[in-house]
């Protein structure tokens, strides 16, 4: 499975990430993650889970789930559409 992930950097871009198999059921839509970008790991959002990837270059994995408890609610992701 992949995830993209959105970060809040400046322009706010997505990135494709594997979903290693130590966090396969627990990467949901709205998950705060933990995801290697420019060469640190740094937080960012789950916006999409694909079971292919869009993207077609390397793809990295996703390091870690930042905060079990930290994510955006579904009511949220409705005003975002």
């Not at 594997?18 to 059921?25: A, C, D, E, W």
């Not at 889970?49 to 994510?71: A, N, T, V, W």
């Amino acid at each position: 499975m992949y995830a993209t992930v959105s970060f809040p950097i400046s322009s706010f871009k997505t990135f494709t990430y594997t979903i290693p198999k130590s966090l396969n059921g627990k990467v949901r839509l709205g998950s705060c993650v933990n995801a290697p970008i420019n060469r640190r790991i740094q937080p960012g959002f789950v916006v999409s889970i694909q079971p292919e990837p869009r993207f077609k270059g390397k793809i990295l994995d996703l390091d870690s789930i930042r905060d079990k408890d930290l994510h955006l609610p579904e009511e949220l992701w409705q005003t975002l559409d």
